[in-house]
């Protein structure tokens, strides 16, 4: 009874129970209700997460809201948790981001609705849990959690190619947990062997003893694990497949939170844990993410598909992201931050966008379209104040991180940013011309000539995307001011020099002896 | 902080973003026509009336001290990066606000009537209030990065105005191609920015706003990038920036394709105050050209050189915008020639002269092209004088004071021009600066003869425009016949009141014979070879050169050609197809589960049920571990 007090007393623990009990409610909830259900459980877990964000002091840069249970004595696994800036904004884009997706797939869902609901409500409780994780089982815990509702909001819910694209999904992104897995083990073995302690507390693995070789190797899996998820080139053709098989609701949450899984990984586990290592693959992740703004720029300028389009956009803004963190430089840092809450913003709405298009008219050819502007000129105005969010466009939200970002790691890679110049440029380029395809010109196709404008539950949805996107354009210090603390952190822990080699331990296969 | 704390600023910005806010939100339905264009101008006669207060109390200070400030909040903070949402109200920004508010009220009163009727009335006078928004924050920025939303936004009205008739995909096409070019540019200014600011980090600086900037500048040279020095590198970055703006080779290509949107726009946007924006930015960074001689000659070299390009392929045109569009970019050249000289006051002269003349001009068209019911080829015109009377007699005026005729606007402010250059850029930039004076006398000529004079060759019949059309270009034409005079002196002492004005010498005059000169050789040519005798002539010996220079020297094929293109196919056939489809997902990702699939298959042949075959694999299993504990 007081552990269930405990875990239910504190918000941060609610904002991950909450999703995850009322997920399990829907299949008590009467058929033609769930809907409405589902949006209530969301609702309230937002409401949950702006108690946090409240409760929230932006001045102190430790861990808030900490909760710690422990849970497997035995390997000292612990159910810790607490957040910090970096975490809050992830979760309040979450939180945000839910009742949305819920609402745009009021519509398009006919079948199974139940399942549907709670695979979402389940993923909400996943994700959440993932940025609240203090403790590394249960980081990867909720790491996998995530990882199944998704696949079967895809492959079940899902386009033409589902399975296929499901299943890629699945894979793509196991290799690398393997991986990460089989890190993790190590490196609790490793600070067990150091200390004589088991733990899988990740504040307290930031103090560990590892040599600058072990580093390396582990540094390389979790890096591996986290790179296909942002989905940093070479990494990204799962992407593609995905979004575009996925439902709407899928492809915002997958865009919106999913990618961002992979940067808060670096930012709360490689990079603090394997600082020594981190410096010497940060110019290469900042490189390969460099790459990903061009040539995803340019891939996403070739696409005729929308969906496509706006995936491979994504490669290219978390391109930026990764230059941001990799620079471990507060401007730098604190820019991809607000870019990814950003990203979660504009490309969110970009595929709600899509799927307003495609709810009426069934295709995501940009061909299909054209001439938008006059039947529905709500959706043109909206379309328009996106798109320019997603380019960048000073006022907007985009212009705020890419700014940062780029104003900070250039200091740091001088060259490499001078190259990420080239997005804004490019980003222009394929966005304004699938703008243009879509939305101006005349109609040319007559089934467009009846198409209705945004309904009023499409509204709903869309409205409070743009109040923040306009919000943080124009006045982004709120957001800043509560991420700094934690981006300081950051820089602070992958300064750590790693420990001089202690010589005798070793693991092998036969276990780990001193 | 220096200056003067001066909080009615903002709202020098706040009334075109209320009127934006007003004619966007409520729109046709609910405002409607009339009300929407009273508010749409109303909001800007409102911004004039403020700038012209900030104006008065600005003259009240002493001369040393004329700054106004005012700072709205902390825009972005973030450690080692921070900028305030911050105004500035020095005598530069000054005459920027009286020129954009001033020009941009009367071409509200002109748009009212050109657009009377039109189905986007609300939509049109909101994208105008949002650009007037926009010009004044980029005018008034206290720091490099508000001027780069400022800078930014004119650009994305640009683009809306430009395809304001989105139906047409052509038009859509051109303001797409305005936004793109422009951020080719803003690249630019982006890097010499990153470059400046990461340099001055360096030495322990982070603020960015103009006054520290100019005070920290010097430390810029002690820096070299790639050889050269830093001053150099980013003054250069940044007049890339500005030639992407203020239209300049090679990225004027925008420009001429901006007339696709309705002329008043043309007007404003694309003639007397967006397009200046890189000539404002030079003359408000002219701290940094001063360290940088070297960028300053490119500037010049720049401006000269597109000046005299643009004349060439406006002598041939034969939409009466298209030459208007040209004739912008080479007197846009002009002033950058002035900037290159270091003459940044006489380049900001040239800006204020010409934003009187070529509204008037391009209103002028819009009269024409109103009255003619929507047709832009000269040579379908003619004889206008006798149906157009009053629009006759005022694009008189602005033809005339573009043609530099002694006495009107724009032979001040060229004529300080060339005598500036002939002093730094020496007697071949100075040539090149007189003869593109013939030949802008030529074309306006040709543009003139060909609309007004001789006979109708149109059958259509043409009608005068209303007063709410010909009044607001009364006022510009006043301003194009007296603007020179009034301001050659007044400007200067108020711009640089520190500065030296010696009168000028009689070399001064010697140069000023020459440029009239060659002025009225351009325009009596003009008269000649506009008959159909001549001009057919000429066009029949020098037909190759005829047709190159008519279509304008193949710029926009070549860029299409060596870059567009070839990007776009490596992007799709490269990138797309071999990368990503083929290497990465073909052969690494479905290889690989391929190849799984394929080892599943291998390994799934032992299970082939033989008992032998499974003993003996056990055998040897067994001898294997029993090895390997022993």
Known sequence: MELLTTLLGTPLSQAILLPAVWGLGVFLCPRGRTKHYALAGTLLTLLAAIRLWTGFDAANAAMQFSLDLSWLPVYGIHYQLGIDGISLLMIALTAFLMPISVLASFNYIKESERAYYACLLFLEAAMIGVFAALDLFVFYLFWEAMLIPMYFLIGIWGGPRRVYAALKFFLYTMAGSVLMLAAILWVVAAQHAATGVWTFSIPALYGGALTEQA????????????????????????????????????????????????????????????????????????????????????????????????????????????????????????????????HGLSTGALFLLVGVLYERRHTRITEDYGGLAKVMPGFAAVF????????????LNGFIGEVLVLFGAFRVYPWLTGFAVAGVILSAVYMLGMYQQAVFGPLRHTENKILPDLSFREWAYLLPILVFILLIGVYPNPFLRRAMPAVGNYIQLSQRQAAPPPADVKISLGGIRK | MEGNYYPLLKWILAAPLAGFLLNGLLGKKLLGERAGGVIGSLAILASFILAAMAFTDLLKLPVENRLLRDTLYSWISAGTFGVDAAFRFDPLSAVMALIVTGVSFLIHVYSTGYMHGDEGYNRYFAYLNLFVFFMLTLVLADNPLVMFVGWEGVGLCSYLLIGFWYEDPEKAAAGKKAFITNRVGDAGFLLGLMLAAALLAAKGVLALDFASLEKNAPLLTSFTVLGIGAPTVICLLLFF?????????????????????????????????????????????????????????????TGCFTAFFAAVIALLQKDIKKVLAYSTVSQLGYMFMAAGAGAFSASVFHLATHAFFKALLFLGAGSVIHGMSGEQDMFKMGGLRREMPFTFLLVAAGWLAIAGVPGLSGFYSKDLILEKVFEHGGLLIWGVGVLTAGLTAFYTTRLFVLTFLRERRAQKHAHESPLSMTLPMTALALLAVAGGFMLKDRLFTFLE?????????????????????????????????????????????????????????????IYSAFIVKPLKTFAGRVLFQLVDAGLIDGLMVNGSARASYAAGRLLARAQNGRLDVYALVFAAGVALMLYWII
Request: proline share 7%.
């Open chain 1, 215 to 342: 580093q390396f190797w582990l540094f390389a899996a979790f890096g591996l694990a986290f790179a296909v998820k942002v989905p940093l080139f070479p990494f990204h053709t799962w992407l593609p497949d995905a979004h575009v098989e996925a439902p709407t609701a899928g492809s915002v949450l997958l865009a919106g939170v999913l990618l961002k899984m992979g940067v808060y990984g670096y930012l709360r586990l490689a990079v603090p844990l394997f600082p020594q290592a981190a410096h010497t693959f940060a110019p290469w992740l900042a490189g390969l993410g460099v790459v990903g703004i061009i040539y995803g720029s340019l891939v996403a300028w070739t696409q005729r598909d929308m969906k496509k389009l706006v995936a491979y956009s994504s490669v290219a803004h978390l391109g930026t992201v990764m230059l941001g963190i990799m620079a471990f430089e507060p401007a730098a840092v604190a820019g991809a931050v607000l870019q990814m809450v950003n």
């Open chain 1, 384 to 395: 328009m104040i996106v798109t320019l969010s997603s380019v960048g466009m000073p006022g």
């Open chain 2, 241 to 301: 920036g500005a030639t992407g703006k203020s239209a300049q080779f090679p990225l004027y290509v925008w420009l001429p394709d901006a007339m696709a949107g309705p002329t008043p726009v043309s007007a404003l946007i694309h003639a007397a105050t967006m397009v200046t924006a890189g000539v404002y930015m030079l003359a408000r960074l002219h701290f940094l050209y001063a360290l940088a001689p070297k960028a300053l000659e490119v500037v010049m070299l």
């Open chain 2, 497 to 557: 009141p520190v500065a030296e004005h010696a009168p000028a010498g009689p070399e001064a005059a010697r140069l000023m014979f020459i440029s009239v000169a060659a002025g009225l050789t351009g325009l009596a040519g003009a008269f000649a070879l506009t008959l159909p005798k001549p001009a057919n002539f000429l066009k029949n010996t020098m037909s190759h050169l005829h047709a190159v220079v008519f279509h304008k020297f193949y710029v926009d094929e």
